[in-house]
């Protein structure tokens, strides 16, 4: 074949006969939409990453965590409470058709066909459209579970019974206790340790602190004898000589 002048041969039509380098332009030739990865890209990252640092540390400053007395799993008073996040499902729960016999309804099959929803979602509406009044099905059903889950947490948050909450998790200062004294011996030795705690502090919703009681030796001696309150009579199985240490040390605690 012969060339014409300024023509050039080139076999295949799609393959562009001057073939430049496949390598991306500097970030220089576009000023003001790009920069260096290092240093600039992540002294802004660990810049912005610091200012929040910082703001979460002094908030964690300012407002210490509501931290609770030490965990008893003997305490059967104790009502717990999840983490907000978790308030919703602790709501569920409490109503007739999730609770009791039907417990197993609002543990698995409600949130199980409600996230089994949400994993269905995608392939039940496979609308290309963008705008929620286009998407009905999927606008609706989120709109239905931030309602759902919405009240749900604040019925749980307006039933709960804070002041009781407050009360039972309160941490109260601990008392010394000298566990080789005679009278903590006798303690030890009777059914009392199991609803006062073994350093007298008390068990939630079984027996109170036997800490500054502000009764005296004889009336903890009567109180052994015929109990108080929800105390029976006849817990103290032992000799009127052991009662007395016991009684004389229980009225020596006193709170630091």
């Not at 060339?3 to 001057?18: L, P, Y």
């Not at 576009?30 to 990252?45: I, N, Q, R």
């Not at 007298?200 to 001696?221: C, H, Y």
């Amino acid at each position: 074949m012969h060339r014409g002048k300024g023509m050039k041969f080139v076999g295949d039509s799609r393959v562009k006969a001057e073939r430049t380098p496949n390598i991306p332009k500097d970030y220089s030739e576009y000023p003001g939409k790009t920069e260096a990865f290092w240093p600039d890209f992540l002294l802004k990252e660990w810049l912005v990453g610091a200012v929040f640092l910082i703001g979460f540390l002094c908030l964690t400053v300012a407002h210490p965590s509501p931290l609770e007395r030490i965990a008893d799993p003997t305490d059967t008073g104790y009502i717990p409470m999840p983490d907000w996040y978790f308030l919703f499902l602790y709501q569920l729960i409490k109503y007739t058709y999730a609770s009791g016999p039907y417990n197993i309804i609002g543990i698995a099959v409600i949130p199980g066909l409600a996230f089994g929803g949400l994993m269905l979602a995608p392939f039940i509406d496979r609308g290309p459209e963008r705008r929620p009044t286009k998407r009905p099905f999927a606008t609706g059903f989120m709109l239905l579970a931030i309602a759902a889950v919405f009240y749900l947490t604040w019925e749980a948050a307006d039933m709960h019974d804070w002041a009781a909450a407050k009360e039972q998790g309160k941490i109260v200062q601990g008392v010394e206790v000298d566990k080789e004294a005679e009278g903590y011996k006798v303690y030890a030795a009777q059914s009392c340790i199991n609803c006062h705690g073994d350093n007298l502090q008390g068990v939630s919703g079984v027996g109170p602190a036997l800490t500054n009681l502000d009764k005296s030796a004889e009336e903890i001696i009567d109180i052994a004898h015929n109990g108080i309150g929800k105390m029976p009579a006849g817990q103290y199985e032992g000799s009127e000589e052991d009662l007395e240490k016991l009684a004389e040390f229980i009225v020596s605690l006193e709170e630091e």
